[in-house]
DNA sequence: TCTATTTTTAACCATTTGGTTAAACCATTT
DNA sequence: AAATGGTTTAACCAAATGGTTAAAAATAGA
């Protein structure tokens, strides 16, 4: 009778199971805080499984860190070496694709800046250099076109892109205290993150206008 | 002969040793990440002395969290509540001393705001309430202010505040992977987070400008 | 110097944790 | 229905880990 109990979709097979569930466990506690036997709990199967379809907790780590890293470069090379789009609108495009990301997933900012961060040794950080990070490139030479142009005023191009990223990446990161220490509820935070698109958007515009 | 041998200062008593040592290990390897025989080695004393000097892990752990928590709110209250600075002088003096303690201790808003974010029935969170906010409601109160003298432009406090936090705090989490994808090199980092200060401070301050 | 107290250590202990194994289960083919 | 091959499990295992204990070493007090 009660057959759908576990807490993933009863019509999946046990590798997308183990997936979904391994994602969750990670996502919320890190690789060191994560327990194999959480991750088969939530997905509800036995531990052996883990080990049948995934030889260790590091080679499951692996394949949802990578995929996650993925995420880390907003899809949208294109725009920002599109001369035909105006750096206004590349940066409307950057902060809506970025911030809409993370409102989907807000637990891989964290989840991907620790393990990078407390990377010891274990070389997580040359994954990120096999993900292609052209779209950097792009950005950056974006920004100095824009300048010398003098679409926008001058400004160290390093500087903006770690502006732009801090912007729309950090609320997801520091969302527990921010919520703790401003007393706003989760509803409240969800609806600052969708208006947080255009906000940061205009903010940075704003503060970048070329005035003569 | 060789006496001094010790990664920490040999004329530190052992409790101070250990608060060093146990500091550098959580600080890069977050709790579940960190072992007691890791802060014993690194303090070069026996492991059973931890638990002499500081119950447990969780023990140790708290006395370190709550150092780190006391530095996430600037020092600044008496600033941003005093009438007689003006809204950009409060906005040099938060991001300077913001930025300032991240250079000194550029591990702490990783360690903490990790802890916080993984968080499941622990309940550090609980020690952020301890900690006074006042200053939150401080600088959200000035920036209102601001907004009705027209001394800026209109803005939601909340998320101007966020703004300020993300641009000072980010770098700090997010330099592992921004080191990687640009390809600087830590002393150009470190040069980036020097002009980082007078950096933010005029980003903000030209983007919320009031134009009549 | 002898004693009492505090500090430090080596050796253990119990539990947790990632991982393995051999058997059971199940679906498909013959 | 029997054989086959992939899937799933219960029971184990070895190493790691937080924590304890009893004794040794150092320090202070008389």
Redesign the pocket.
């Known amino acids: 009778m009660v057959k759908n109990r576990n807490k993933v979709k009863a019509d999946e097979?046990?590798?997308e199971k183990i997936l979904a569930a391994a994602k969750k466990v990670l996502f919320s506690k890190g690789y060191a805080g994560?327990?194999?036997?959480?991750i088969?709990d939530e997905a509800?199967?036995?531990?052996?499984?883990?080990?049948?379809?995934f030889?260790?907790?590091?080679?499951?780590f692996e394949v949802i860190f990578k995929e996650a890293i993925g995420k880390l470069m907003p899809q949208i090379s294109s725009i920002f070496s599109d001369p035909g789009i105006s750096f206004n609108d590349k940066i409307r495009a950057f902060c809506n694709s970025y911030i809409s990301t993370w409102m989907e997933h807000p637990y891989i900012p964290m989840f991907v800046l620790h393990e990078l961060h407390s990377d010891s040794g274990k070389g997580f950080l040359k994954l990120v250099e096999e993900t292609r990070f052209r779209p950097v490139k792009d950005v950056l030479n974006s920004i100095e076109v824009a300048v010398k142009k003098k679409e926008i005023r001058k400004v160290d191009p390093h500087q903006l892109f770690l502006n732009m990223i801090s912007l729309c990446m950090f609320p997801f990161m520091g969302s527990p205290v921010f919520r703790k220490v401003t007393g706003i509820s989760d509803r409240q935070f969800d609806n600052m993150m969708k208006a947080r698109v255009d906000e940061v958007s205009e903010f940075i515009i704003e503060s970048i206008k070329y005035r003569k």
Do not use: F, P, T, V
Not at 34 to 38: G, P
Not at 44 to 53: M, S, V
């Open positions: 097979n046990s590798e994560a327990r194999m036997q959480d088969a509800g199967i036995n531990k052996a499984l883990l080990h049948y379809y030889r260790s907790k590091e080679k499951l």
